[in-house]
Nanobody, 125 residues
Framework: VQLQASGGGLVQAGGSLRLSCVTS????????MGWFRQAPGKEREFVAA????????YYTDSAKDRFTISRDNDKNTVYLQMNSLKPEDTAVYYC???????????????????WGQGTQVTVSS
C-alpha cells in the first residue's frame, strides 16, 4: 500500500497550493480519505476529510472557507486545495486512508490505517 503526497512548496501568505495524494494497493472507493498536518514541535492535527462517496466532508475550523478537499475515485487520488494561506499553515501535510466500515471519528488520526509520507508546506509572511 502506498499513499504518495505531493504539491507542497514555499508560497507567500495569501497564496494557494494544491496538494495531491495518489494511492495504490488499496481499493480507493472503500476508504474515506483525510489530510492531517504537523508543525515543528506540535502534535499532528486534523485538516480535512472526505467520505468515499464524496457526500460528506469535514474541516477543522481554521481550514473552513479556505481549503477544499476533493477526490477522484477514477484516479485513486485525493486533493486538498488550499487558498489564502497563512504562515500558521506551515507544516508537513499527510494524507491518510480510513476504511469505510470504520466507526472512528474521521477527525481523529487513530481511525486511519494507512498514511502517506508527507509533503512540506511553507508559507512566508
Amino acid at each position: 500500500v502506498q499513499l504518495q503526497a505531493s504539491g507542497g512548496g514555499l508560497v507567500q501568505a495569501g497564496g494557494s497550493l494544491r496538494l495531491s495524494c495518489v494511492t495504490s494497493g488499496i481499493t480507493f472507493g472503500d476508504y474515506a480519505m483525510g489530510w492531517f498536518r504537523q508543525a515543528p514541535g506540535k502534535e499532528r492535527e486534523f485538516v480535512a476529510a472526505i467520505s468515499w462517496g464524496r457526500d460528506l466532508t469535514y474541516y477543522t475550523d481554521s481550514a473552513k472557507d479556505r481549503f477544499t478537499i476533493s477526490r477522484d475515485n477514477d484516479k485513486n487520488t485525493v486533493y486538498l486545495q488550499m487558498n489564502s494561506l497563512k504562515p500558521e499553515d506551515t507544516a508537513v501535510y499527510y494524507c491518510a486512508a480510513m476504511p469505510t466500515y470504520s466507526t472512528a471519528d474521521p477527525r481523529e488520526p487513530a481511525g486511519y490505517g494507512y498514511w502517506g509520507q508527507g509533503t512540506q508546506v511553507t508559507v512566508s509572511s
